[in-house]
C-alpha cells in the first residue's frame, strides 16, 4: 500500500524561498501511470492544487502560482520535491503531497500525505 | 480556471438520515469530478472518482451522481463517522476543488 510523508521546514521567513520533499513508501514512484502532485490548504480554508510532476520530469502547475513554483523528482531516493519562492504570509498553509490518477489528461488524488504546516512569519 | 460551487456551506443532518451535498462547476467538466472527505487534523480522503465510482473501501451508503455542471454525493443512512468536511473537485482542466460541505450533527 503506497504511503507518502512531507517534510521540511515548518517556518520560512517572507520572501525566501519554501522547500518541501514528499517520500513515497510501500511502492515505487516509477511503476504505473501516476503523477504527483502538490496541494495545500490555508488554516479554515479550501484546498488549492499546485502542481504535478510526472517521473519523466514533465510537469504541470497551477497558473496563478506558475512563476514561483518548481517541482522536482529524484526516482533513485522515491521522492519528489517542491519549492515555493518569494513566498508571502499568505503562503502559510498545510502542504499535502498526493498521487494521481486518471483516465483523463488531469487527476483525481488517492492517497494523500498527512500534510505538514508552513508558516511564513520573520 | 473552473469554479466549483459547494451548497450549503453546512448541512445539519441526524444519524440514520440521508444527506444531499451538491457540486456545481462553471463550465462543463463532463463527468472528471471526484469527492474527497477531510476530518478535523486529517488530509482528505477520496471517497468517489469519475462522478459515481467508489473508491476502494468507500461503503456502498456513499454514493454519487452528475454530469455535466451538476453533481451531488448522497450518503444513505449517516454513521456518526460520516461527520466531516466534503469536497468536490473537478479535473477535466487543471484541478480546483470547492470551498466545502460541513456536515455536522443535529
Known sequence: ?122 | EIVMTQSPATLSVSPGERATLSCRASQSVSSNLAWYQQKPGQAPRLLIYGASTRATGIPARFSGSGSGTEFTLTISSLQSEDFAVYYCQQYNNWPSFGQGTRLEIK
Do not use: M
Request: aromatic share 12%; charged share 10%; proline share 4%.
Open chain 1, 1 to 122: 500500500q503506497v504511503q507518502l510523508q512531507e517534510s521540511g521546514p515548518g517556518l520560512v521567513k517572507p520572501s525566501q524561498t519554501l522547500s518541501l520533499t514528499c517520500t513515497v513508501s510501500g511502492g515505487s514512484i516509477s511503476s504505473g501511470s501516476y503523477y504527483w502532485s502538490w496541494i495545500r490548504q490555508p488554516a479554515g480554508k479550501g484546498l488549492e492544487w499546485i502542481g504535478r510532476i510526472y517521473t519523466s520530469g514533465s510537469t504541470n502547475y497551477n497558473p496563478s502560482l506558475k512563476s514561483r513554483v518548481t517541482i522536482s523528482v529524484d526516482t533513485s531516493k522515491n521522492q519528489f520535491s517542491l519549492k515555493l519562492s518569494s513566498v508571502t504570509a499568505a503562503d502559510t498553509a498545510v502542504y499535502y503531497c498526493a498521487r494521481g490518477i486518471s483516465a483523463a489528461w488531469y487527476n483525481w488524488f488517492d492517497p494523500w500525505g498527512q500534510g505538514t504546516l508552513v508558516t511564513v512569519s520573520s
